[in-house]
């Protein structure tokens, strides 16, 4: 999968994150809950390796139940504050704001120690379209920071102040400077963390159809009305293209049409709930017609 990976504003976007650092007292950092492996920036553990961390495994709702336990079990194993959310949902904002403020609090008393009261400063990081804006214009209350729904909206750091003893940093969504795994780049594309413009949609959507038959193949199966076991990704996309009575003039099937259906049904949510990358690492691809 042949992808414009770092974009030239990508380097400007690091040099201003660790330009900032002496501001931050903690990082937040937001992981889509599909893709916790995919969407966590390796940079970002030497970057903020001196800083107080959090991670939120936000589009919990999009993802396994099952699996997202396991990450955040996981995080917090490895002595990170972590737990699930959804940015689009109130339902989690005050345990969000008390795990970051717990994340901050030995700093806290140090300062009321001294007579001053602390202002927790929190830098809020992840790749392109995580949803960190979305996360701080819900736990500020109010739209506050600019929100998209495509990668790439926030190019410069903004503060939103939640509290008078709480302030976030929205920030650009960072990328590394190599992908060189071909699995976990699916998995962004998937997602649409990547750009579906830069993209061959047609062959993005036979691979995700393809992965989907062998996580979910009932939810699949049902969802557009094929029998899906079995089949490669290029005979389920024309499939759905049947299903669907996607067809060109002269009765071809319109499977650009279908694969642009599948992959936004998938990121709403509506094929099925799973989370792409498992805590425990499969030993190798399945990679049977089409790649997973």
Same mark, same amino acid.
């Given at each position: 999968m042949l992808i414009q990976w770092y974009p030239g504003h990508m380097a400007k976007a690091r040099r201003m994150l660790a330009e900032n650092l002496k501001l931050i007292d903690v990082v937040v950092e937001l992981v889509d809950a599909r893709a916790p492996r995919a969407t966590r920036n390796p940079d970002f553990d030497d970057l903020f390796s001196t800083k107080q961390r959090v991670i939120l495994l936000n589009k919990s709702d999009l993802a396994s139940p099952a699996e997202t336990k396991a990450w955040v079990d996981h995080y917090r194993a490895a002595g990170i504050g972590a737990m699930d959310f959804v940015a689009t949902n109130s339902a989690k904002r005050k345990a969000a704001v008390a795990l970051i403020e717990n994340a901050a609090a030995e700093k806290v008393r140090r300062m009321r120690e001294k007579g001053i009261a602390k202002v927790v400063r929190a830098m809020v990081v992840g790749i392109p379209n995580v949803g960190k804006s979305t996360f701080i214009n819900r736990i500020a209350g109010a739209s506050r920071a600019q929100v998209g729904d495509k990668p790439g909206v926030t190019r410069a750091k903004q503060w939103v102040k939640i509290s008078p003893y709480l302030e976030l940093m929205d920030? +650009?969504? %960072? %990328?590394? +400077?190599k992908l060189e795994d071909d699995r976990l780049a699916r998995h962004l594309a998937y997602i649409g963390s990547i750009k579906d413009d830069i993209m061959d949609v047609e062959r993005?959507?036979?691979?995700?159809l393809f992965t989907l038959s062998e996580l979910c193949p009932a939810e699949l199966a049902a969802r557009y009305k094929l029998a899906a076991p079995g089949m490669t990704g290029e005979a389920l996309l024309l499939a759905v293209s049947q299903s669907r009575g996607f067809l060109l003039p002269g009765g071809e099937a319109d499977t650009e049409r279908a694969a642009r259906i599948v992959l936004d049904e998938y990121r709403a949510g509506k094929i099925a709930h799973v989370t792409?990358? +498992?805590v425990l690492e499969p030993s190798e691809d399945s990679g049977n017609g089409a790649a997973q």
């Open positions: 920030t +650009p969504g %960072l %990328l590394w +400077p993005l959507a036979e691979a995700l792409l990358d +498992p």
